[in-house]
């Protein structure tokens, strides 16, 4: 007699499904809890090119932004006020989460979910600078709120 729930075990081949009268039927792994015909909703092309577009703008707005904020306090000397280091710190941490944490963030949610887009020293370095960087820029914003 069989269950409806077996048991799966993890082998080297695949899952095995072990029933209650101890039979072995190779079962296909899976991945997701998603029921369809992707492995994951960023494979349909119109999820993949609009998250890709939004994901490029933010950028480039980001990039834009924290330049002209960075430019301005450092070109006018009248700028360079307390408060205004702040907003420096704030705007060269995010500067850094727009050019290095977000690329690196689009590779790897952009991949294949079967292939691995960064090799292990790349992916090694990106899993330390995305939350270096975004705790920068939390901190920086704890600083001003207690300076204010």
């Given at each position: 007699?069989?269950?409806?729930?077996?048991?799966?075990?993890?082998?080297?081949?695949?899952?095995?499904?072990?029933?209650?009268?101890?039979?072995?039927?190779?079962?296909?792994?899976?991945?997701?809890?998603?029921?369809?015909?992707?492995?994951?909703?960023?494979?349909?092309?119109?999820?993949?090119?609009?998250?890709?577009?939004?994901?490029?703008?933010?950028?480039?707005?980001?990039l834009t932004g924290n330049l002209m904020v960075i430019t301005v306090i450092l070109k006018h000397r009248s700028m360079r006020t307390t408060t205004n280091y702040y907003i420096f710190s704030l705007a060269t941490s995010d500067l850094f989460i727009t050019s290095v944490?977000?690329?690196?963030?689009?590779?790897?949610?952009?991949?294949?979910?079967?292939?691995?887009?960064?090799?292990?020293?790349?992916?090694?370095?990106?899993?330390?600078?995305?939350?270096?960087?975004?705790?920068?820029?939390?901190?920086?914003?704890?600083?001003?709120?207690?300076?204010?």
């Amino acid at each position: 007699m069989t269950t409806d729930n077996p048991y799966l075990v993890n082998t080297s081949v695949g899952y095995l499904a072990i029933t209650d009268n101890e039979t072995a039927q190779e079962t296909p792994p899976r991945k997701w809890n998603y029921e369809g015909p992707f492995n994951d909703l960023t494979q349909i092309n119109a999820v993949y090119y609009t998250f890709l577009v939004i994901s490029i703008v933010v950028i480039v707005v980001g990039l834009t932004g924290n330049l002209m904020v960075i430019t301005v306090i450092l070109k006018h000397r009248s700028m360079r006020t307390t408060t205004n280091y702040y907003i420096f710190s704030l705007a060269t941490s995010d500067l850094f989460i727009t050019s290095v944490a977000m690329p690196f963030k689009i590779i790897s949610l952009m991949a294949d979910s079967d292939k691995v887009a960064l090799n292990n020293i790349l992916c090694s370095i990106a899993e330390f600078v995305m939350p270096f960087f975004v705790f920068t820029s939390v901190w920086t914003l704890v600083a001003i709120s207690l300076d204010r």
